[in-house]
């Protein structure tokens, strides 16, 4: 028999799409096989989301997980600019073109693999502007993976508390893409790993210790062929890293 008429949410409202269709029919053919779990469903709250016009259930985000999300990729990368412009040495300038070659590699992957980014992500109310690139591997997840991990390396033995800061910073980051539906649970995992294993060899060969490649020294490299003899890039010069990074970002 059919299920009662407050059952049948109205899908008028501009965000109904053919996914909240199928997803309001796979509800309601689940309650035609098990009658008894209906009412329960219907009346049942769930603090941790909640439905909207569309009949799909929206995740509900803690405000202060939102806030740190949305303002990841502003803050990360101001921070970074910051120390780069205030440094301006072999290692920041080594540092940076890591980064910019993790970025790089992240948006071939994502084209390469052309996967889809969550279903949800249409309907998802915490994401205004839907990117339209592929999510895997996630960029974002890649880039915190390298600079987190290349950063808790330097200061490890100096600033062992900046260390203590880094990883809970980066896992509420990656934990807000996937509770926003920007990503997958995997899409995240592979971008993480593949943005610290990044940072692990890229800080090896900058130094010089790689033991897979014992004859690259990138901070030798960029001291000799991009740095003046004071050791320190022309202010000016900070231009081009910045030009740069908001294109790899954007």
């Not at 008429?5 to 965000?15: G, V």
């Amino acid at each position: 028999s059919p299920p009662p008429e407050p059952f049948l949410r109205s899908t008028a409202c501009p965000a109904a799409s053919s996914l909240a269709r199928r997803h309001q029919l796979d509800i309601l053919d689940r309650s035609r096989r098990v009658p008894e779990m209906h009412s329960p469903l219907l009346m049942s709250g769930d603090n941790d989301s909640h439905d909207d016009c569309s009949g799909v259930t929206q995740p509900q985000i803690n405000p202060a997980v939102a806030m740190l999300g949305k303002s990841t990729s502003t803050f990360v990368s101001l921070t970074f600019f910051a120390f780069l412009s205030l440094r301006r040495d072999a290692y920041m300038v080594s540092f940076f073109i890591g980064a910019i070659t993790n970025g790089v590699q992240s948006k071939l992957l994502k084209r390469l693999l052309d996967h889809d980014r969550p279903e949800l992500l249409a309907l998802s109310e915490h994401t205004k502007l839907k990117p339209s690139d592929g999510g895997m591997p996630s960029s974002h997840a890649m880039s915190l993976g390298f600079i987190g991990t290349y950063t808790a390396l330097g200061v490890v033995e100096s600033m062992p508390w900046l260390v203590g800061f880094i990883v809970p910073y980066i896992l509420v980051s990656l934990y807000y893409r996937v509770k926003a539906s920007l990503h997958t649970v995997e899409q995240v995992a592979v971008g993480l790993v593949l943005g610290v294993t990044n940072a692990v060899i890229w800080r090896d060969v900058s130094l010089g210790t790689s033991p897979l490649f014992p004859s690259v020294n990138i901070m030798g490299w960029v001291s000799s062929n991009l740095l003046p003899e004071s050791g320190q890039l022309a202010p000016i010069f900070l231009l081009i890293p910045a030009t740069v990074g908001a294109a790899v970002v954007g």
